[in-house]
């Protein structure tokens, strides 16, 4: 099926680090969506983003619809400890009935 | 937001079995999905479960092998059929369409199987 092209695909950073991951797509999306899974946990719906240009940030992230409605990045400042995790873009195109398009995932390792 | 809850956790099937894995939502929703995830991978969409009708299945997945019922706007259950080796996975609910997000959605915690 469809696939978000997402990257990068993993990184390591040291803690206090800021941290940006990207996502992008060959068509037009309406909603963009970013989650954070855990090990053995399911994803958790960090952002959501519903209008082409808009910005939005919870606590330390920040996420972006891109103006052509292709592509979405977020970025995470001040890294910590627990924001290790694998990252997931997901996206909504026109048309699809609501079913997610996903992205690979970023694997963020921090060091401490 | 909506909190979801999946029962069991986790379970370690012999081949040849069934296992049915229940979600709960703890508030009334329009769309309810199940997902598979193999380790390291991305999520897969398995089906979307509709309330009061036959469930829309993703291509390559079949209602015999993964049977789901949506008897109301809070519960579904997934039913990993005459399982083999190749069915272990994560295997994921979530509830979409809220009011007011209606593209968003939510996921439980998983379910972990393991077939052998």
């Known amino acids: 099926g469809q696939q978000l092209n997402q990257s990068p695909q993993s990184m390591f950073i040291q803690e206090g680090e800021d941290v940006s991951m990207n996502c992008t797509s060959s068509s037009i999306f309406n909603t963009w969506l970013w989650y954070k899974q855990d090990p053995g946990e399911g994803p958790v719906l960090l952002i959501a983003l519903y209008k082409a240009g808009e910005l939005t940030s919870n606590g330390r992230l920040t996420a972006q619809f891109g103006i052509t409605r292709k592509d979405s990045f977020l970025n995470i400042s001040a890294s910590i400890p627990s924001d290790v995790g694998i990252y997931f873009c997901?996206?909504?195109?026109?048309?699809?009935?609501?079913?997610?398009?996903w992205g690979l995932g970023t694997s963020l390792a921090v060091n401490p | 937001s909506a909190v979801i809850s999946q029962k069991p956790s986790r379970d370690i099937c012999q081949r040849g079995t069934s296992l049915t894995i229940q979600c709960q939502v703890d508030s009334q929703v329009t769309m309810m999905f199940w997902y598979r995830q193999q380790p390291g991978q991305s999520l897969t969409l398995i089906a979307t479960a509709n309330q009061g009708s036959e469930a829309t299945y993703e291509s390559g997945f079949v209602i015999d092998k993964f049977p789901i019922s949506r008897p109301n706007l809070t519960f579904s259950t997934l039913t990993v059929s005459n399982m083999s080796p190749e069915d272990s996975s994560i295997y994921l609910c979530?509830?979409?369409?809220?009011?007011?997000?209606?593209?968003?959605?939510?996921f439980g915690p998983g379910t972990r199987l393991t077939v052998l």
């Open positions: 997901a996206g909504v195109n026109a048309g699809n009935n609501r079913k997610l398009i």
């Open positions: 979530s509830a979409g369409a809220l009011a007011g997000s209606t593209d968003t959605q939510y």
